[in-house]
């Protein structure tokens, strides 16, 4: 999946770097009733791209509703961010959902974002899966595939993903336009695979940091792996978790940085 040291990890149908512009995505919508977890109006208004979740491992119809509301009026491009049905465990816990069930609760998701989205004048624009789908994405071709038939029930949109992954694999051969991200606040192993949330060290906590690394990534230098070695990155797309602590602040200071190193900040739809 990556080339330590040298060549790139696959960027997907539209390859990487795109030219001198970089997305930048974030994780909205994050919170139940009257909980909030992400600063979702700070964020949109540095983010070109909202992860908006759907309800299954956070959101309420209430939630998704404003954050479209407030993205379609920033011009902030709109994602369905689709999960496990896991609101417990955040949509962290891996879990065995049969491919057929899994593609319509993938649909579902994106379906009912979709409606607030064109309410507020705008639409689902990609499709993200969340936590523990996203990465059981990269390996499995089941659920993989399951994934890219409910994005294909849901009206054939852009996949968002981990360059290499089984994911961006099946939407591409499912005729999905592809997008390949890279996280400028998680570690990454020497494969260009995300480091388990469970093990010390896998996100990047140092504001200085992470403003380095989605420099270094979106200027094609790669991102040092947790053991030291190179790991080269094609993404046309850069996540910063909306979840983190002052997000929204290293999420400005990250934009800063990209368009000081001459890059263009946009959105990749």
Same mark, same amino acid.
């Given at each position: 999946?990556? +080339?330590?040291?040298?060549?790139?990890?696959?960027?997907?149908?539209?390859?990487?770097?795109?030219?001198?512009?970089?997305?930048?995505?974030?994780?909205?919508?994050?919170?139940?009733?009257?909980?909030?977890?992400?600063? +979702?109006?700070?964020?949109?208004? &540095?983010?070109?791209?909202?992860?908006?979740?759907?309800?299954?491992?956070?959101?309420?119809?209430?939630?998704? =509703?404003?954050?479209?509301?407030?993205?379609?009026?920033?011009?902030?491009?709109?994602?369905?961010?689709? @999960?496990?049905? +896991?609101?417990?465990?955040?949509?962290? $816990?891996?879990?065995?959902?049969?491919?057929?069930? %899994?593609?319509?609760?993938?649909?579902?998701?994106?379906?009912? %974002?979709?409606?607030?989205?064109?309410?507020?004048?705008?639409?689902?624009?990609?499709?993200?899966?969340?936590?523990?789908?996203?990465?059981?994405?990269?390996?499995?071709?089941?659920?993989?595939?399951?994934?890219?038939?409910?994005?294909?029930?849901?009206?054939?949109?852009?996949?968002?993903?981990?360059?290499?992954? =089984?994911?961006?694999?099946?939407?591409?051969?499912?005729?999905?336009?592809?997008?390949?991200?890279?996280?400028?606040? =998680?570690?990454?192993?020497?494969?260009?695979?995300?480091?388990? $949330?469970?093990?010390?060290?896998?996100?990047?906590?140092?504001?200085?940091? &992470? !403003?380095?690394?989605?420099?270094?990534?979106? @200027?094609?230098?790669?991102?040092? @792996?947790?053991?030291? =070695?190179? !790991?080269?990155?094609?993404?046309?797309? %850069?996540?910063?978790?909306?979840?983190?602590?002052?997000?929204?602040?290293?999420?400005? $200071?990250?934009?800063?940085?990209?368009?000081?190193?001459?890059?263009?900040?946009?959105?990749?739809?």
């Amino acid at each position: 999946m990556a +080339d330590a040291g040298s060549g790139a990890v696959g960027a997907g149908a539209d390859g990487g770097g795109g030219g001198g512009a970089v997305d930048l995505n974030a994780d909205l919508g994050e919170g139940f009733g009257r909980w909030h977890l992400t600063d +979702d109006e700070a964020l949109l208004s &540095v983010v070109t791209s909202a992860n908006v979740a759907c309800g299954f491992h956070a959101g309420d119809p209430a939630t998704m =509703r404003r954050v479209c509301e407030l993205a379609a009026a920033g011009g902030v491009r709109i994602g369905a961010q689709v @999960s496990y049905r +896991d609101l417990a465990g955040f949509g962290r $816990r891996s879990m065995d959902v049969p491919p057929g069930e %899994l593609a319509a609760e993938v649909a579902y998701q994106i379906g009912a %974002l979709e409606v607030f989205a064109r309410a507020a004048g705008a639409a689902v624009a990609y499709v993200k899966p969340h936590g523990a789908l996203y990465n059981r994405a990269v390996h499995d071709a089941e659920q993989a595939a399951a994934i890219v038939e409910g994005v294909v029930l849901a009206g054939r949109l852009p996949v968002l993903g981990l360059p290499g992954s =089984r994911l961006l694999s099946a939407a591409a051969g499912a005729g999905l336009a592809t997008v390949a991200e890279a996280f400028a606040d =998680r570690a990454y192993t020497a494969q260009g695979t995300l480091v388990p $949330r469970r093990e010390p060290g896998a996100v990047i906590g140092e504001p200085d940091a &992470v !403003v380095t690394r989605a420099v270094r990534i979106a @200027s094609g230098g790669g991102v040092t @792996s947790a053991d030291g =070695r190179t !790991v080269r990155i094609a993404a046309r797309s %850069l996540c910063v978790h909306g979840d983190t602590p002052g997000a929204a602040q290293l999420a400005a $200071r990250v934009r800063q940085a990209l368009e000081a190193a001459g890059l263009r900040v946009a959105a990749f739809v």
